[in-house]
């Protein structure tokens, strides 16, 4: 009987793992002693917060990011025809959303292998919840150009979408550069134009705040988004 490829959720940042994940994950956790993980080090931290029941010098690990080749991933998944489970990590939030772990559940579709999806933290939807924008009809778009003219072309175009289509747009930056990434919406996109700021969110520092461009203009010296875990959303 083969195992299955279990998608673990993983914390954004939160202390307490109680406010993130539910108690079944832990149990299900208990069933892998094979992890895919995008790294190792934050990967091996995360079982022992969640109470990992072996220890983890005996676990297998394999590194799956954004340097992996798709020959490299040719046997990690071996260990299910086996009838092993194997347990798919992200670094924070949904696994293979906006995340490199979608390389390894393609190759699992591919082989027909049982792949289950776990309930926890997703940092885009907890924005898209909180903003008061629509969550009918969104897109995400990654992270937009560095190019200076490239970036304020994209966000033009982001924002035709959101009128056109009343499509609700989200993207994230780098955390080094969210307060120039918030003072580039505020001055690219019209006036009226909404835009929410969600930061370090579960976390006791979380920041959540929808205004129109105009007021941001005023405004957003009096948040600091600087190497923190930010998603940017536009809509009205």
């Given at each position: 009987?083969?195992?299955r490829?279990?998608?673990?959720p993983?914390?954004?940042g939160?202390?307490?793992?109680?406010?993130?994940?539910?108690?079944a994950?832990?149990?299900l956790?208990?069933?892998?002693r094979?992890?895919?993980?995008?790294?190792?080090?934050?990967?091996?931290?995360?079982l022992?917060?969640?109470?990992?029941?072996?220890?983890i010098?005996?676990?297998?690990?394999?590194?799956l990011n954004?340097?992996?080749s798709?020959?490299?991933?040719g046997?990690?998944?071996?260990?299910?025809?086996?009838?092993?489970?194997?347990?798919?990590?992200?670094?924070?939030?949904?696994?293979?959303?906006?995340d490199?772990?979608?390389?390894?559940?393609?190759?699992?579709?591919r082989r027909?292998?049982?792949?289950v999806p776990l309930?926890?933290p997703s940092?885009?939807m907890?924005?898209?919840m909180?903003?008061?924008?629509?969550?009918?009809s969104?897109a995400f778009?990654?992270y937009?150009?560095v190019?200076k003219?490239?970036?304020?072309a994209?966000?033009?175009h982001?924002e035709?979408?959101?009128?056109?289509?009343h499509?609700?747009q989200l993207?994230?930056?780098?955390?080094y550069?969210?307060?120039?990434?918030l003072e580039?919406?505020?001055?690219?996109?019209?006036?009226?134009?909404?835009?929410?700021?969600?930061?370090?969110?579960?976390l006791p520092?979380?920041?959540?705040?929808?205004?129109?461009?105009?007021?941001?203009q005023?405004?957003r010296?009096?948040?600091?988004?600087?190497?923190?875990?930010t998603?940017?959303?536009?809509?009205?």
């Open positions: 009987m083969r195992g490829l279990i998608l673990f993983v914390p954004i939160a202390e307490d793992m109680n406010c993130s994940l539910p108690a994950n832990a149990e956790l208990a069933t892998c094979t992890f895919i993980v995008e790294e190792l080090r934050t990967a091996r931290r995360f022992k917060k969640a109470g990992y029941p072996y220890a010098d005996d676990t297998v690990f394999y590194e954004e340097h992996t798709h020959e490299e991933i046997n990690y998944l071996d260990a299910i025809e086996r009838g092993e489970n194997i347990g798919l990590l992200s670094e924070a939030g949904l696994p293979c959303v906006a490199p772990g979608a390389m390894i559940t393609r190759v699992a579709q027909g292998i049982e792949v309930v926890g940092s885009l907890l924005a898209l909180a903003s008061g924008f629509n969550g009918q969104f778009n990654g937009l150009p190019d003219s490239k970036r304020a994209v966000i033009r982001l035709e979408r959101l009128h056109r289509e499509q609700t993207f994230i930056e780098a955390p550069r969210n307060n120039q990434m580039v919406l505020s001055t690219v996109l019209q006036p009226q134009t909404m835009i929410c700021v969600a930061c370090d969110l579960t520092t979380q920041y959540i705040r929808a205004l129109s461009a105009a007021r941001w005023k405004e010296e009096t948040v600091d988004l600087h190497k923190r875990n998603v940017f959303l536009i809509g009205g």
